[in-house]
């Protein structure tokens, strides 16, 4: 029997070259740009109005109490929902909310809006639909621009 060898496959003779101090930049620069736009959108999605009533703690426990009385008398299948339920509503009631500086993101959001924005090929309309207003859009320096 003969054996076979494997090759092993040849290393090129091309050695990487270093990234430029430029090309680092630029990639900081990205990265951090893309965190001040997700942070404030993020902010803009948590401050907007919800549809209904409120949730207080009050409400919560008093549904929660609702749910303990009617899971002795459910069947298999309405007692899982029940229990998911509660266990939902304690994951509520137990969730601190830090109160977000909107403010403050919208500062930064405002310096790296038009850069971001460019080189990614975003559109006035791309930024409105996602909440952001016309007038921090023009604070930023994000033209209308007519196609």
């Given at each position: 029997m003969a054996t076979v060898t494997k090759k092993q496959p040849s290393k090129s003779t091309r050695s990487k070259s270093p990234m430029s101090s430029a090309h680092k930049a630029?990639?900081?620069?990205?990265?951090?740009e893309g965190r001040v736009v997700r942070s404030y959108l993020d902010a803009l999605e948590q401050a907007k109005p919800r549809r209904?009533?409120?949730?207080?703690?009050?409400?919560?426990?008093?549904?929660?109490?609702a749910i303990d009385n009617r899971l002795a008398d459910a069947?298999?299948?309405?007692?899982?929902?029940?229990?998911q339920e509660r266990t939902d509503?304690?994951?509520?009631?137990?969730?601190?909310?830090?109160?977000?500086d909107v403010a403050n993101l919208e500062k930064g959001f405002i310096k790296?809006?038009?850069?971001?924005?460019?080189?990614k090929g975003l559109a006035y309309s791309t930024w409105r639909a996602v909440g952001v207003s016309a007038a921090v859009l023009k604070k930023?320096?994000?033209?209308?621009?007519?196609?």
């Open positions: 630029a990639l900081a620069q990205g990265r951090e209904g009533r409120k949730r207080t703690p009050d409400s919560i426990k008093k549904r929660m109490i069947d298999p299948l309405q007692r899982l929902f029940l229990v509503l304690e994951d509520e009631l137990n969730a601190e909310v830090a109160p977000v790296v809006a038009a850069s971001y924005g460019e080189r930023a320096g994000v033209l209308r621009t007519r196609g």
